[in-house]
């Protein structure tokens, strides 16, 4: 069952082409389009690597938790949940 969120049209408009970087150490950090950081946190993966938990250190607009992979190669990264599905492409 999905989730509604509010103003999810405008979230969805304000995420599109912003940039993601998941680093070795556990984090990530987020820009948008003006190259200007917008979120952070933290990461980890399930033991059978089935799932993503991720913790942001923005509170205004951390939806957070856990996202299950439904897909992961080497160009594409996608994240479903209760929330939200969304499709990352490597650079």
């Known amino acids: 069952m999905k989730t509604e969120i509010e103003n999810s049209s405008e ?3 304000e995420a599109i082409n912003n940039e ?6 556990g984090n990530f950090v987020t820009t948008n389009a ?4 917008i979120g952070n946190g933290t990461f980890n993966l399930s033991e059978d690597g089935k799932t993503i938990f991720q913790k ?5 607009n951390d939806i957070g938790g856990n996202a299950e992979i439904e897909l ?5 990264l ?3 949940s ?7 492409e490597k650079k």
């Open 11 to 13: 979230i969805i408009n």
């Open 20 to 25: 993601v970087c998941f680093d070795a150490k």
């Open 34 to 37: 003006e190259d200007k950081t």
């Open 56 to 60: 942001s250190n923005n509170e205004i």
């Open 72 to 76: 992961l190669n080497e160009k594409t």
């Open 78 to 80: 996608i994240l479903k």
């Open 82 to 88: 209760d929330y939200f599905t969304m499709s990352f």
